[in-house]
Antibody
Framework: EVQLVESGGGSVYVGGSRRLSCVAS????????MNWVRQAPGKGLEWVSYISRRATDVFYADSVKGRFTISRDNAQNSLSLQMNSLTAEDTAVYYCARDRLYCTTTSCNFEGMDVWGQGTTVTVS | SYELTQSSSVSVSPGQTASITCSGYKLGDKYVCWFQQKAGQSPVMVIY???KRPSGIPERFSGSNSGNTATLTISGTQPMDEADYFCQAWDSGSAVFGRGTKLTVL
């Protein structure tokens, strides 16, 4: 079964740090790009960060740039998000989601975030 | 930064067709995905690359994208389709989500 399982959520003080993990199973992790997406209580989805399959490209939302670091270990089928200098606005359920970038001769496009984890909750207070 | 605009809510009677729109500057030049999220659950992709359905997604879900507007259409809407729906596109290395549309089936 294709699965993503997040962990590492919990309560943290303002200004503190937290490290989230996402473990993949049931598919070849190194064939996929990965994202972190969060959802504040009662709010919509907010993309947080992206990492390419070989970790050569990483991108961040402006709201977390300079504070969060995404990384992956393809040998361990795992994705991480190191979160520093946390604020109350970072309180959310954090999801990892896989995607896949494919390129033709003229363009590159994403296939879509087709598998999501169950989410892990981070509460900053 | 790029923005996607969705109406906050749509209501539809069972068996009728629901249309949920997503607007953005030259959105038709980008690929759009649609996600369904039921209460307390993780999002599920129902449409990718504007018009494609992942395996396991019912045929009643369809998508289109042209100009500045993408549309998710649910034909023969069922009570189980009641959920929040989010559109998403990539722009300049960032994934952008719409704020979501709450679909009520009543």
């Amino acid at each position: 079964e294709v699965q993503l399982v997040e962990s590492g959520g919990g309560s943290v003080y303002v200004g503190g740090s937290r490290r989230l993990s996402c473990v993949a199973s049931g598919f070849t992790f190194s064939d996929y790009e990965m994202n972190w997406v969060r959802q504040a209580p009662g709010k919509g989805l907010e993309w947080v960060s992206y990492i390419s399959r070989r970790a050569t490209d990483v991108f961040y939302a402006d709201s977390v740039k300079g504070r969060f670091t995404i990384s992956r270990d393809n040998a361990q089928n795992s994705l991480s998000l190191q979160m520093n200098s946390l604020t109350a606005e970072d309180t959310a359920v954090y999801y990892c989601a896989r995607d896949r970038l494919y390129c033709t001769t003229t363009s590159c496009n994403f296939e879509g975030m087709d598998v999501w984890g169950q989410g892990t909750t981070v509460t900053v207070s | 930064s790029y923005e996607l605009t969705q109406s906050s809510s749509v209501s539809v009677s069972p068996g009728q067709t629901a249309s949920i729109t997503c607007s953005g500057y030259k959105l038709g030049d980008k690929y759009v995905c649609w996600f369904q999220q039921k209460a307390g659950q993780s999002p599920v992709m129902v449409i990718y690359e504007d018009v494609k359905r992942p395996s396991g997604i019912p045929e009643r879900f369809s998508g289109s994208n042209s100009g500045n507007t993408a549309t998710l259409t649910i034909s023969g809407t069922q009570p189980m389709d009641e959920a929040d729906y989010f559109c998403q596109a990539w722009d300049s290395g960032s994934a952008v989500f719409g704020r979501g549309t709450k679909l009520t089936v009543l």
